[in-house]
């Protein structure tokens, strides 16, 4: 709200009042209104999960809350269910990263030539993006049923089960997460890719330089910084994904925590212990994302 | 920026003008989205006709409808005056105060005489026997199943059938015939499965396939009143029960494993299995020929006797309720007066809806109305239901838990997968202080 | 973009531009197949084989603005023959248009829930994007105490499950009123992508050198007018890749649509698969809801296509 106040004023008469801003002044205009914004919509949400966290609250009944300590935590870090759940989230959210961003980024490399129409071919390929999760896993679950699928139908694969079968059916909705959100990843990549200054790449040629000599030392370290920030949001996205793998499936093999935690906080209306539980995530992906702008941070000082 | 800062301004007033007020002469029913919903719009038209109240049907995709009623519910919220909701939650939401009760209207109108006694047993009842009633069975549902009348009908399935099996091959009276015909159409070779049944564990898909077996195996979920499980979800029967579901679905059409009422309306009208289970509710969608291409030679049968004689279905449909938070409880009681009318429910009925009312149930033109409505009118008589405990997600999820991974990829024995249920739903009740 | 010179060079364009065809083809299919079911008649959408040819119909898109209910036998021939052609050719799926204690024929909940994601979403940019913007430019031209522990934050607000925070945002957003209003959306969307935001276009402004800024400076200019004259050109770019994601994310929010609005303030995306619920789904009226709904995204992108390609333009004068 404040920054469009902020854009409204510059706009017109008061380019000489603001003349005289100082740096820090500005500094505290922009930045101010975001953190205060975010505490105001995040701190309530938090304190509300600390607190409730320690209790055996149930939103859907009308007893009282009664404080139970650290036992939430302690059964859910001893449930083996729960580690079956983190399991299969770890292996979730490795395979469709990785394939995210080998799609992803394979793609912008290529697109990141002469290639005729790429404004038209750049949009067509984000569509799968612009989708809603929820539509994309009805259709998905569509398009993978042996008998009125299209995907068995094109490859001749005659009725091979993709989502019935407990081996098989966490890719199937890794293969998913990949097609929607590879594009994701292509344009970011895309926006790194063409910054990479065209005199770097001859002076690589002059040298006599192999490609992936080239690839290593030139492209992917410009490059880096971006693609980083792509996978720091990729990586906390599938580590949460719900709607399509609820949607696809019905597999214990695919049950992520976020189904978990769902039926948890929703159908069972384990509130205290749900909240626990979304603690629990909240810590591991910190830690995991923590590692991640460490690393993003070492490689910009590069 | 002038112009973003414009389109915010056009944004702003266009909100304001999108903003209408709500008139006192309303009411808000929640209910989920599928066709009785249709039904129920389409009869509260004929209210605001003859009293100009407006009643609006509130629907959400059925996957959300749980979680978006207990949200509203939880914060008190007023936005629904009256909500149709799943028999499961008459315990969660009494015990938490979000319905208003209605035992007062209930033995006014004498209720209990005009409703089909299931009905009044399982949508409005809480706790068991308690005689407090907390919502008006609104539409009666049940498990049923639809066949393929020509692949019956086939002379030459009917001589192949006889061969083999030594009886005639007729629609199913028990859940032995049942799985002989299954077995029978089930040529995969030709794309043809026997038979398709529920096994979708994201909410009640699976729990309520299996609840027809073991109902009419002769079993039991437990003790409702006393909360004792053990030796009865893990009951031999209960164990027989498991074991035929789980043959079924060795019958099954290809990527079967979660599957709930729209695969199984496919599986007849694309040809997949000859025999399909089904809540009666989706079946208008069977009967007609836009629709179902095979709408001619559809046909429908109650769910089938166990071993022992036994005939029971799972129970589905919902009672309507008054929100304790509603701030026009007077005007939705005055509803519910115009609802429960004789005339209300036959004009119910005519719609579509199924009505819980027993006079229109037992009359000949409701029977004769559809190809299931008899089956239907059967079955309402002979409904068994899950566990009503406030506490029922848990044990549902529980059910799930231990029963899926063995009837679609035959983990463990059926007596290990009910023997950890008995002790999972004992842990549950001592949590909760149901049993000692 | 490198240039072709040699022989071998170009071989290996043409080459790439085969693969880029073949991927964008990979993508597209289900895409296409989804558009294909929204000019499908209902009884071709779920068929064992899978229907490739059709006659391709509009009737999908008369369904998915008209309030219908199933019919369990076909309307008689004078109910037909007087009906319009709209409304036959929602009889001949088997269903029939709902009217209102008045007779009027009643619209579906998409017309108005679409009007609604449009308002919301196209608000929650702006503030997210040029919220973002300010913020990024704060933290990468100024010395921040705690530049990152507060950048940080602003990266964990996006880490909490949602599913948890909906009951504590339900119930704040009812103190406060906020609850089924736009702006209750719009003020949601915003944070979400803030975090979004902020981390991208400060990526984007870290990489244009301060030297532009400063020799506007020097010219005197202020530090404002730098800001918005020089930086904000430069970083078109970021601003248009990080509007189009964020736009994406706002416009199919689903949960927070879902718990948080009742009549009011309703987007589409929780009523495209409410047809689900029908004992038959019409999956034609699904993918009709669905393509409309890609469409102002689509052309969104397609318009901004140019700045999303420009990459980072300042490349040739990197250090």
Same mark, same amino acid.
């Given at each position: 709200?404040?920054?469009?106040?902020?854009?409204?004023?510059?706009?017109?008469?008061?380019?000489?009042?603001?003349?005289?801003?100082?740096?820090?002044?500005?500094?505290?205009?922009?930045?101010?209104?975001?953190?205060?914004?975010?505490?105001?919509?995040?701190?309530?949400?938090?304190?509300?999960?600390?607190?409730?966290?320690?209790?055996?609250?149930?939103?859907?009944?009308?007893?009282?809350?009664?404080?139970?300590?650290?036992?939430?935590?302690?059964?859910?870090?001893?449930?083996?269910?729960?580690?079956?759940?983190?399991?299969?989230?770890?292996?979730?959210?490795?395979?469709?990263?990785?394939?995210?961003?080998?799609?992803?980024?394979?793609?912008?490399?290529?697109?990141?030539?002469?290639?005729?129409?790429?404004?038209?071919?750049?949009?067509?390929?984000?569509?799968?993006?612009?989708?809603?999760?929820?539509?994309?896993?009805?259709?998905?679950?569509?398009?993978?049923?042996?008998?009125?699928?299209?995907?068995?139908?094109?490859?001749?694969?005659?009725?091979?089960?993709?989502?019935?079968?407990?081996?098989?059916?966490?890719?199937?909705?890794?293969?998913?997460?990949?097609?929607?959100?590879?594009?994701?990843?292509?344009?970011?990549?895309?926006?790194?890719?063409?910054?990479?200054?065209?005199?770097?790449?001859?002076?690589?040629?002059?040298?006599?330089?192999?490609?992936?000599?080239?690839?290593?030392?030139?492209?992917?370290?410009?490059?880096?910084?971006?693609?980083?920030?792509?996978?720091?949001?990729?990586?906390?996205?599938?580590?949460?994904?719900?709607?399509?793998?609820?949607?696809?499936?019905?597999?214990?093999?695919?049950?992520?925590?976020?189904?978990?935690?769902?039926?948890?906080?929703?159908?069972?209306?384990?509130?205290?212990?749900?909240?626990?539980?979304?603690?629990?995530?909240?810590?591991?992906?910190?830690?995991?994302?923590?590692?991640?702008?460490?690393?993003?941070?070492?490689?910009?000082?590069? | 920026?002038?112009?973003?800062?414009?389109?915010?301004?056009?944004?702003?007033?266009?909100?304001?003008?999108?903003?209408?007020?709500?008139?006192?002469?309303?009411?808000?029913?929640?209910?989920?989205?599928?066709?009785?919903?249709?039904?129920?719009?389409?009869?509260?038209?004929?209210?605001?006709?003859?009293?100009?109240?407006?009643?609006?049907?509130?629907?959400?995709?059925?996957?959300?409808?749980?979680?978006?009623?207990?949200?509203?519910?939880?914060?008190?919220?007023?936005?629904?005056?009256?909500?149709?909701?799943?028999?499961?939650?008459?315990?969660?939401?009494?015990?938490?105060?979000?319905?208003?009760?209605?035992?007062?209207?209930?033995?006014?109108?004498?209720?209990?005489?005009?409703?089909?006694?299931?009905?009044?047993?399982?949508?409005?009842?809480?706790?068991?026997?308690?005689?407090?009633?907390?919502?008006?069975?609104?539409?009666?549902?049940?498990?049923?199943?639809?066949?393929?009348?020509?692949?019956?009908?086939?002379?030459?399935?009917?001589?192949?059938?006889?061969?083999?099996?030594?009886?005639?091959?007729?629609?199913?009276?028990?859940?032995?015939?049942?799985?002989?015909?299954?077995?029978?159409?089930?040529?995969?070779?030709?794309?043809?499965?026997?038979?398709?049944?529920?096994?979708?564990?994201?909410?009640?898909?699976?729990?309520?396939?299996?609840?027809?077996?073991?109902?009419?195996?002769?079993?039991?979920?437990?003790?409702?009143?006393?909360?004792?499980?053990?030796?009865?979800?893990?009951?031999?029967?209960?164990?027989?029960?498991?074991?035929?579901?789980?043959?079924?679905?060795?019958?099954?059409?290809?990527?079967?494993?979660?599957?709930?009422?729209?695969?199984?309306?496919?599986?007849?009208?694309?040809?997949?299995?000859?025999?399909?289970?089904?809540?009666?509710?989706?079946?208008?969608?069977?009967?007609?020929?836009?629709?179902?291409?095979?709408?001619?030679?559809?046909?429908?049968?109650?769910?089938?006797?166990?071993?022992?004689?036994?005939?029971?279905?799972?129970?589905?449909?919902?009672?309507?309720?008054?929100?304790?938070?509603?701030?026009?409880?007077?005007?939705?009681?005055?509803?519910?007066?115009?609802?429960?009318?004789?005339?209300?429910?036959?004009?119910?009925?005519?719609?579509?809806?199924?009505?819980?009312?027993?006079?229109?149930?037992?009359?000949?033109?409701?029977?004769?109305?559809?190809?299931?409505?008899?089956?239907?009118?059967?079955?309402?008589?002979?409904?068994?239901?899950?566990?009503?405990?406030?506490?029922?997600?848990?044990?549902?999820?529980?059910?799930?838990?231990?029963?899926?991974?063995?009837?679609?990829?035959?983990?463990?024995?059926?007596?290990?997968?009910?023997?950890?249920?008995?002790?999972?739903?004992?842990?549950?009740?001592?949590?909760?202080?149901?049993?000692? | 973009?490198?240039?072709?010179?040699?022989?071998?060079?170009?071989?290996?364009?043409?080459?790439?531009?085969?693969?880029?065809?073949?991927?964008?083809?990979?993508?597209?299919?289900?895409?296409?197949?989804?558009?294909?079911?929204?000019?499908?008649?209902?009884?071709?959408?779920?068929?064992?084989?899978?229907?490739?040819?059709?006659?391709?119909?509009?009737?999908?898109?008369?369904?998915?603005?008209?309030?219908?209910?199933?019919?369990?036998?076909?309307?008689?021939?004078?109910?037909?023959?007087?009906?319009?052609?709209?409304?036959?050719?929602?009889?001949?799926?088997?269903?029939?248009?709902?009217?209102?204690?008045?007779?009027?024929?009643?619209?579906?909940?998409?017309?108005?829930?679409?009007?609604?994601?449009? #308002?919301? *979403?196209?608000?929650?940019?702006?503030? &997210?994007?040029? $919220?973002?913007?300010?913020? +990024?430019?704060?933290?990468?031209? /100024?010395?921040?105490?705690?530049?990152?522990?507060?950048?940080?934050?602003?990266?964990?607000?996006?880490?909490?499950?949602?599913?948890?925070?909906?009951?504590?945002?339900?119930?704040?957003?009812?103190?406060?009123?906020?609850?089924?209003?736009?702006?209750?959306?719009?003020?949601?969307?915003?944070?979400?992508?803030?975090?979004?935001?902020?981390?991208?276009?400060?990526?984007?402004?870290?990489?244009?050198?301060?030297?532009?800024?400063?020799?506007?400076?020097?010219?005197?200019?202020?530090?404002?007018?730098?800001?918005?004259?020089?930086?904000?050109?430069?970083?078109?770019?970021?601003?248009?890749?990080?509007?189009?994601?964020?736009? #994406?994310? *706002?416009?199919?929010?689903?949960?927070? &649509?879902?718990? $948080?609005?009742?009549?009011? +303030?309703?987007?589409?995306?929780? /009523?495209?698969?409410?047809?689900?619920?029908?004992?038959?789904?019409?999956?034609?009226?699904?993918?009709?809801?669905?393509?409309?709904?890609?469409?102002?995204?689509?052309?969104?992108?397609?318009?901004?296509?140019?700045?999303?390609?420009?990459?980072?333009?300042?490349?040739?004068?990197?250090?």
């Amino acid at each position: 709200m404040l920054a469009t106040a902020i854009m409204t004023s510059l706009n017109s008469q008061s380019r000489a009042a603001s003349r005289g801003m100082s740096d820090i002044k500005i500094r505290n205009l922009f930045i101010i209104p975001t953190i205060l914004f975010l505490i105001v919509f995040n701190i309530f949400p938090l304190i509300y999960s600390l607190g409730y966290s320690f209790t055996d609250f149930r939103a859907s009944t009308n007893a009282p809350a009664n404080f139970v300590g650290l036992q939430n935590y302690r059964e859910l870090l001893n449930d083996p269910f729960i580690w079956t759940n983190f399991a299969i989230t770890a292996k979730y959210v490795i395979v469709s990263v990785t394939g995210q961003v080998l799609v992803g980024f394979g793609t912008a490399m290529l697109l990141n030539r002469d290639i005729p129409f790429k404004g038209l071919l750049t949009t067509l390929l984000l569509l799968p993006m612009m989708l809603s999760m929820a539509v994309v896993g009805l259709f998905w679950k569509l398009l993978y049923d042996p008998s009125f699928g299209i995907i068995n139908y094109a490859l001749g694969l005659g009725s091979f089960e993709w989502l019935s079968n407990p081996q098989m059916a966490l890719y199937a909705v890794a293969i998913t997460d990949i097609w929607m959100w590879s594009p994701f990843v292509m344009l970011l990549s895309l926006a790194g890719l063409s910054a990479v200054p065209k005199h770097l790449y001859e002076a690589a040629a002059i040298d006599r330089a192999g490609p992936f000599y080239t690839f290593f030392r030139i492209t992917l370290p410009l490059v880096a910084p971006i693609l980083m920030i792509a996978i720091i949001f990729r990586t906390m996205e599938a580590f949460k994904t719900f709607d399509i793998a609820y949607i696809l499936t019905s597999q214990p093999t695919t049950e992520v925590i976020s189904i978990r935690l769902y039926k948890m906080a929703f159908q069972e209306w384990q509130t205290g212990r749900s909240c626990a539980l979304a603690y629990i995530v909240l810590v591991m992906v910190l830690a995991i994302t923590n590692i991640y702008v460490k690393y993003l941070n070492k490689v910009k000082e590069r | 920026m002038r112009k973003k800062v414009t389109g915010l301004l056009a944004g702003i007033s266009l909100m304001f003008a999108c903003g209408t007020t709500v008139q006192a002469q309303e009411l808000t029913i929640f209910w989920a989205e599928w066709d009785p919903a249709n039904y129920l719009q389409e009869l509260v038209n004929e209210y605001e006709a003859e009293t100009g109240v407006k009643v609006t049907v509130e629907t959400t995709p059925w996957q959300d409808f749980q979680t978006k009623a207990f949200t509203e519910f939880n914060a008190k919220g007023s936005a629904y005056d009256m909500v149709v909701g799943d028999s499961q939650w008459i315990g969660a939401a009494s015990e938490a105060g979000h319905y208003v009760d209605l035992t007062d209207f209930f033995n006014k109108h004498k209720l209990n005489e005009v409703m089909a006694p299931a009905t009044v047993k399982y949508y409005s009842e809480y706790p068991s026997n308690s005689g407090k009633y907390w919502s008006i069975p609104a539409e009666g549902d049940a498990v049923g199943w639809s066949y393929r009348k020509d692949w019956f009908e086939d002379p030459k399935e009917m001589e192949a059938f006889k061969a083999k099996y030594g009886y005639d091959l007729a629609p199913p009276k028990t859940w032995k015939e049942m799985r002989d015909i299954a077995e029978f159409f089930h040529r995969p070779d030709e794309k043809r499965y026997g038979i398709a049944i529920y096994t979708d564990n994201s909410y009640d898909g699976l729990v309520m396939g299996v609840e027809n077996a073991i109902f009419s195996f002769g079993g039991e979920l437990g003790d409702y009143a006393t909360y004792k499980v053990d030796g009865i979800i893990n009951s031999d029967q209960n164990v027989k029960a498991l074991e035929a579901y789980r043959e079924l679905y060795g019958f099954t059409p290809p990527g079967w494993a979660k599957s709930f009422f729209v695969e199984n309306n496919q599986a007849i009208t694309e040809n997949l299995a000859a025999m399909s289970m089904n809540y009666f509710a989706f079946f208008p969608a069977l009967v007609n020929e836009a629709s179902n291409p095979n709408a001619k030679v559809t046909g429908f049968f109650a769910n089938p006797a166990g071993p022992g004689g036994d005939q029971f279905a799972a129970l589905g449909g919902q009672g309507i309720s008054i929100v304790s938070y509603s701030e026009n409880q007077e005007e939705a009681m005055k509803f519910l007066e115009w609802f429960i009318k004789d005339e209300t429910q036959k004009r119910w009925a005519e719609l579509g809806g199924y009505t819980a009312s027993a006079k229109v149930l037992e009359s000949p033109e409701f029977q004769n109305a559809t190809p299931y409505n008899k089956a239907f009118y059967e079955t309402m008589f002979k409904v068994k239901d899950f566990w009503a405990a406030p506490e029922y997600a848990e044990l549902l999820i529980q059910m799930n838990q231990r029963i899926y991974p063995y009837v679609t990829a035959g983990q463990g024995t059926a007596k290990e997968a009910l023997d950890g249920l008995a002790e999972d739903w004992n842990n549950t009740f001592k949590k909760y202080g149901r049993t000692n | 973009m490198a240039a072709v010179r040699t022989p071998s060079e170009k071989a290996l364009n043409r080459l790439a531009i085969a693969a880029v065809i073949v991927i964008t083809l990979i993508f597209l299919a289900p895409i296409y197949w989804i558009t294909a079911t929204a000019f499908k008649p209902r009884n071709l959408a779920t068929t064992a084989p899978p229907t490739i040819v059709f006659q391709p119909e509009i009737s999908p898109f008369v369904k998915l603005f008209t309030k219908r209910s199933q019919l369990r036998e076909p309307p008689s021939a004078e109910v037909y023959a007087a009906a319009p052609w709209w409304e036959r050719m929602v009889f001949d799926g088997g269903e029939k248009v709902v009217r209102d204690g008045k007779g009027q024929v009643q619209l579906s909940g998409y017309p108005s829930r679409f009007m609604n994601s449009l #308002i919301i *979403a196209i608000t929650s940019t702006i503030l &997210a994007v040029s $919220m973002g913007t300010l913020t +990024a430019y704060g933290f990468s031209r /100024f010395r921040v105490k705690g530049e990152a522990d507060l950048l940080f934050f602003i990266l964990s607000t996006r880490m909490l499950p949602p599913v948890v925070v909906a009951i504590p945002m339900f119930l704040m957003y009812r103190a406060v009123g906020l609850n089924d209003t736009h702006w209750g959306l719009i003020l949601l969307y915003t944070a979400f992508n803030l975090s979004f935001s902020v981390w991208l276009m400060k990526g984007f402004i870290d990489e244009i050198p301060k030297e532009y800024e400063e020799a506007a400076l020097v010219d005197g200019y202020t530090r404002m007018e730098a800001f918005f004259k020089i930086v904000l050109p430069e970083a078109a770019t970021g601003i248009a890749a990080t509007a189009v994601f964020c736009f #994406i994310t *706002a416009w199919n929010e689903y949960a927070f &649509a879902l718990i $948080m609005t009742n009549r009011r +303030a309703q987007t589409a995306p929780p /009523f495209i698969p409410s047809q689900v619920g029908s004992g038959l789904p019409d999956w034609t009226v699904i993918a009709a809801g669905t393509v409309l709904f890609l469409l102002p995204v689509a052309i969104f992108t397609f318009l901004l296509r140019n700045h999303l390609l420009r990459g980072m333009s300042f490349g040739a004068i990197r250090k």
